[in-house]
């Protein structure tokens, strides 16, 4: 019987969505390891809950919801908190922050400092700090995973670096933002101008009210950092990525694009040359030149030559399907004969 | 770029590895080799080898090589691969700039045709599509350099092609 009682930081979007899925899935884990995830503690940005037994998902959402805190007062800052409390994984979940990281840099380096395995949808850590979190991890012999961190749903990460392994990867390019992807697909299927366009991704929740974040290429320049650190071997920041928004892509480029049968998408790139995040004109029918808010990856590689990859890159749901897929391989690396499946 | 040469070398063994190792010494990839026995003139044997060689510089050190080592070189054809280069640009770019920018394209050397389209607008905004076809990937990194230092200095937005 293998065990995994998880601490839940940040309760919003991705944090509830990771609360209903392990109930949802439950079964599978019972009958795969003999016992279930445990959730002994959950924060948000000013409560937590906590029990030894493992908290109820469904009601710790209900709590959320209805009174829009679960639990009480903290009576220490979370770092503390994770020092001191007993579990085997924090999934951290915390808003994304690329100035200084903080506060999700605070809480994986408690955790791995107290030798605990780390998941984590935070993409300000990553971004930022990644050499010094993933060493901080292999010191102290633990998992650092975070699928979620880039393309949600979409399984890039898992599978350049673990699936991909025997490949030589020369280069990963992508769709990395849906909501740029919605903007740009809209000005070239219905003729809009930016700025509609713009409001009717808000409307429809894909973009932020200070939309600048996906509009300038930082999210996608994020995940390009993410990549190029994990799967490509670089040592970069956000900052070192050169990075050109679609801020000034007008219709009248779609539609000079379109004449010459290309869209314009914005593209995150990652090659022996560097690191980038830019518009770029891509052929009609190539991979990379799918509408709509769905993330895609092409990745080159030598013996495969070219895989496709492609998913929901944000959502609830989709964003816990990634947590779930790290909690499953961290539980599988502690079966005994691990090395068997 | 892709090159074609039909030689003659004297018909006695190693010849033929003799003739094409300058090719691959210069980072030359060799497409194809057509040995014909039955072309033998005074001694002498015709091979027609088509590779590809990334830049004038190393065919002609090939060249040299082969003149060294007493290979004939009959016929030479430069079979030209095009590549497509295109930008998209948005910005307020002057008549001036815009010729700076195609001159400064075209300088670069390998450019076969170059063109300009415009769209309508009513703003001072421009965009304008730059499309062309060059004879190697080399020349449309050598303009997306040249596109990114203009597109710095000029202020303009620059979207480029997916060919590089
Ligand atoms: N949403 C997606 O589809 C998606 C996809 C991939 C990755 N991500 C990443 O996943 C992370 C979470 O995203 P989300 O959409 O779930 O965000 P969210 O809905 O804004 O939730 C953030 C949670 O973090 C809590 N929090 C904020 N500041 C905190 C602090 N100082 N200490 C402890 N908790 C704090 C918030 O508390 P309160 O509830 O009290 O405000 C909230 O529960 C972000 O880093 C995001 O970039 C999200």
Known sequence: ?341 | MRVNVDLRLKDVPGQLIGALEPVSRNDGNIVGVVHSHDKVSAGRIGVNLTFEVSSEMNLDKIMNEWTARGVDILKIDHLFETFHLEYVIVGTVSANEMKRITDGIQALGGVESLNVRYSVSSSDEKTALISGKVRSKDVIKKANHFMRERSKRSGFLMIRGFGD
Request: proline share 4%; glycine share 10%.
């Open chain 1, 1 to 341: 019987m293998i065990k995994m009682d998880a601490v839940l930081v940040g309760f919003g979007t991705v944090g509830q969505g990771v609360a209903e899925a392990i109930q949802m899935k439950d079964q599978l884990f019972v009958d795969r390891f003999g016992e279930g995830i445990r959730i002994v503690a959950a924060f948000d940005s000013n409560t937590y809950a906590a029990s030894k037994k493992g908290l109820n998902p469904t009601e710790l959402v209900r709590t959320k919801v209805g009174k829009g805190n679960i639990g009480k007062k903290r009576p220490e800052t979370i770092p503390e908190m994770l020092s001191r409390l007993d579990y085997d994984v924090l999934v951290e979940m915390t808003p994304t922050n690329i100035v200084d990281a903080k506060p999700g840099i605070d809480h994986i380096k408690a955790a791995l400092n107290a030798g605990r395995d780390v998941v984590t949808s935070n993409k300000g850590p990553l971004a930022l700090k990644f050499r010094e979190i993933s060493k901080l991890a292999a010191k102290n012999k633990c998992n650092l995973r975070f699928e979620a961190s880039v393309g949600g749903a979409t399984p890039v990460i898992n599978l350049a670096s673990e699936l991909l392994r025997c490949e030589r990867i020369s280069s990963i390019r992508g769709i990395m933002n849906g909501t740029c992807n919605y903007i740009l697909s809209r000005m070239e299927s219905e003729g809009l101008p930016w700025e509609p366009a713009l409001r009717e991704a808000q409307q429809l929740g894909y973009a932020e009210t200070d939309p600048s974040y996906d509009i300038d290429g930082i999210d996608t320049a994020c995940k390009v950092a993410i990549l190029a650190n994990a799967i490509m071997g670089n040592d970069v920041t956000v900052h070192d990525v050169e990075r050109t928004g679609i801020r000034g892509v007008n219709l009248e480029a779609v539609t000079l694009a379109a004449q010459d049968k290309k869209v314009i998408r914005l593209i995150g790139e990652i090659t022996e040359k560097g690191v980038e995040v830019a518009p770029r004109l891509i052929p009609r029918g190539h991979p990379l030149s799918i509408s709509g808010t769905l993330n895609t990856f092409h990745i080159q590689t030598d013996l495969a030559g070219e895989i496709i990859v492609a998913g929901r890159g944000a959502g609830r749901h989709e964003t816990a399907s990634a947590v779930m897929s790290d909690l499953w391989v961290i539980m599988r690396t502690k079966e005994p004969n691990s090395h068997s499946s």
